[in-house]
């Protein structure tokens, strides 16, 4: 595949998977961390990987503008078409030698997200759309789109990703961790903390039942791939209160289907309930 001449989605792909090989190049080595606000911080591997992704978008589509965790903003501020890059989504999970992190590319043209790409640095997956449909490319793949496999969401497995990092702005109506202790939440979900947005890419191929996170996520680095993927997928996407995404409270509810999503809906409703 090159970025150079194809869609926008297969330079999605070719970004996150450049930004991918260089994370898994790095892991394990020494590496020097910056810090941000919060406690939070970035390695040079988070600095090296953005800097392979917007390589290759600058490459194929130079008249874009683009946003980049690290970098920030580029290019003119109500750009028609946007690409976000999150170059390492699993900072602390990589730099404690936890093989759990992703590559996140997505690109925003007018008011939707039309192309994305979350990449597996350690499997060699590639999860990928096109806004239209949801795809995986292995890293056994031949590197063509017609023979990337569909993704297909499911609730078999009933795991239920939760993010439990800051920050939570519905707090305290709404915790994370709150949902958790729910018998009703124990008596049908296993929870499971994986910490980077790759867990929403499960979702989308039917490896987790659902994922819930706070937060305010419109045009997020973070999670506009994943959030892309499940919607491609055809996965029940809203925010924590049931309205549609980006309004209400806020926050993501991605579930593989109605009846899971049904259910973490009212779990979380019983919990914001105003008490007497």
Known sequence: ?????????????????????????????????????????????????????TEVIRAARPADAMTGEESGAVGAEGAERRWLVDPLCGTLNYAARTMLAAVNVALRAGPGITAAASADPFSGEAFWTDGDRARLRSGSGSGSSDADALLEPSPRTQLVDVNLDPPFPNAPRFRAVSLLAQEAFTARFRPRVVSTTLALAWVAAGRRAAYVTDGHLIDSVHFAAGIALCQAAGCIVTGIDGQPLHAGTGGLIAAADRQTHAALLEMITNQTAPRR
């Open 1 to 53: 595949m090159t970025a150079n001449a194809g869609t926008d989605a297969e330079v999605a792909v070719a970004a996150a998977l450049a930004g991918a090989a260089v994370v898994r190049a790095m892991f394990g080595s020494a590496l020097a961390r910056f810090d941000k606000s919060g406690g939070d911080f970035a390695t040079a591997a988070d600095l090296a990987a953005e800097k392979a992704v």
